[in-house]
């Protein structure tokens, strides 16, 4: 089955600064690759997804990338601010098939 | 729509007590997803259906759990009996479906504690 390794579990910077979260995962016929963020006391909620035929996607603030090669995504946060502070989750599926989910990475945002 | 709708947000039982946990899945989404979240390993996918249809329960830690889904507006987590290390927030989402459509919504959990 799939498996999804994500880095750095935790992660500290400083407003405006960029955020960068690695994921890899091991089945090359995943084809989605989505990313949750999870706010204390709430359950996960999707802010930005790819597919497979894509190499980068951004939305505002948020940009992700694929290197389907090398079996690796990241997302990207620019000019961070204190409301992102959050657990961030990628994910991987083929579709159809349910997603896998890294183990998360908590991400602190100072003033 | 309101969400993903689950209940109760938290439960505290004693050990070798039943426990049920419900969901409400979105209107119209046809898969149904039971997950857990702990510290040490994720979030795990414990079950999940299809238009109703138990399709993979190979998540489903031991024979004391168990999961139905009467209805396409209903569905159960059970436990029992609970022990200690149960002990962790449980999430319903829900999905569309579909090859274009693997979005899952979540509900807010329920936070489990077995003592």
């Known amino acids: 089955g799939e498996n999804v390794e994500q880095h750095p579990s935790t992660l500290s910077v400083q407003e405006g600064d960029s955020a960068v979260i690695k994921c890899t995962y091991s089945?090359?016929?995943?084809?989605?690759f989505p990313w949750y963020k999870q706010e204390l006391g709430k359950g996960p909620q999707l802010i930005i997804d790819?597919?497979?035929?894509?190499g980068e996607k951004k939305d505002q603030r948020i940009a992700v990338t694929l290197n389907k090669t090398a079996k690796h995504f990241s997302l990207h946060i620019t000019e961070t601010q204190p409301e992102d502070s959050a657990v961030y989750f990628c994910?991987?599926?083929?579709?159809?098939?349910?997603?896998?989910f890294g183990k998360g990475t908590m991400l602190l945002v100072s003033p | 729509d309101a969400g993903v709708i689950q209940s109760p947000r938290h439960e505290v039982t004693e050990m070798g007590q039943e426990v049920t946990l419900r969901c409400k899945p979105i209107?119209?989404?046809?898969?149904l997803f039971w997950y857990r979240q702990t510290m040490m390993r994720g979030l795990e996918l414990l079950i999940y259906?299809?238009?109703?249809?138990?399709?993979?329960d190979s998540g489903m830690p031991e024979d004391r759990f168990s999961a139905k889904m009467p209805n396409a507006s209903f569905s159960t987590l059970k436990i029992q009996p609970s022990e200690p290390r149960d002990s962790a927030v449980y999430f319903c989402?829900?999905?569309?479906?579909?090859?274009?459509?693997?979005?899952?919504?979540f509900g807010q959990g329920t936070r489990l504690t077995v003592v």
């Open positions: 790819i597919r497979s035929n894509v």
């Open positions: 209107s119209g989404h046809d898969y």
């Open positions: 259906f299809n238009n109703n249809v138990p399709i993979d």
């Open positions: 989402a829900s999905s569309p479906g579909g090859v274009r459509n693997t979005e899952a919504f």
């Open positions: 089945d090359s016929a995943s084809n989605y």
């Open positions: 994910a991987a599926s083929r579709g159809y098939s349910t997603l896998t």
